[in-house]
């Protein structure tokens, strides 16, 4: 098994969508794809997806947009400002208040109380708040929402990373969700393989990044 720290993750993402011209929207919709793929769909109908607005949280938005579109009960809470988002962020957002209008801003005490008495009425939570590039520490509403998470005692999906989890030393930056399934994107992170505790429960999905574009940088990063 191939395992990447948080550069080389980055580098290869990078190399397949500028050099290759792979786009960025098809990875974030393989993402989805992947995460649904893992998801027992007969017993878990209704969900809570918690993001950044990172691609991160596009992948969320791409989740919750295949979700909907197979009318599963989905809640979406979003963390940061629109202004700053991705493109593939907004592509999936504008796309998701086509479906629901259950979508909610988190930023005041009162948007944090509200959200966790709504996640009482969801089987599962779905989290793509920061994803393999975090590398600061976790504070403010991200901390308070990560920990709100981690009491709700639902079934817990991380895409990626779990938020929180530095991707190469394994360490916190603070909060970390505690999942219970970890679906990773193209290669294991080594911040996740070197702590059994999160290794135990991730998969690895091929999202559809090219061999080349790993090829190309491991070795190179390797030097």
Excluded: H
Excluded at 114 to 123: D, G, I, P, W
Excluded at 168 to 175: A, K, L, V
């Amino acid at each position: 098994m191939l395992v990447v720290d948080k550069d080389q993750m980055i580098a290869i993402d990078k190399y397949a969508i500028n050099e290759l011209k792979i786009p960025a929207l098809c990875l974030v919709e393989r993402a989805a794809l992947a995460v649904i793929k893992n998801i027992n769909l007969d017993v878990r109908k209704s969900f809570a997806i918690v993001i950044g607005i990172g691609n991160n949280g596009a992948d969320g938005l791409a989740v919750a947009r295949n979700l909907l579109a197979r009318d599963y009960y989905v809640d979406l809470y979003i963390i940061g400002s629109l202004e700053k988002a991705s493109e593939e962020f907004i592509l999936n957002y504008e796309a998701v208040k086509n479906l629901t209008e259950n979508i909610y801003m988190v930023d005041t005490i009162a948007d944090l109380e509200f959200m966790e008495e709504n996640l009482s009425n969801v089987t599962t939570i779905i989290e793509g708040i920061f994803g393999t590039g975090l590398d600061r520490t976790i504070s403010g509403t991200y901390a308070y929402v990560i920990a709100l998470i981690n009491r709700s005692l639902k079934y817990i999906i991380s895409i990626d990373v779990p938020s929180g989890l530095d991707s190469t030393s394994g360490d916190s930056w603070g909060e970390i969700v505690d999942c219970d399934l970890i679906v990773s994107m193209q290669l294991m992170k080594q911040g996740v393989f070197e702590r059994s505790i999160y290794k135990d429960k991730c998969v690895v999905e091929d999202i559809g990044i090219p061999q080349k574009a790993i090829n190309k940088i491991l070795p190179k990063m390797a030097d």
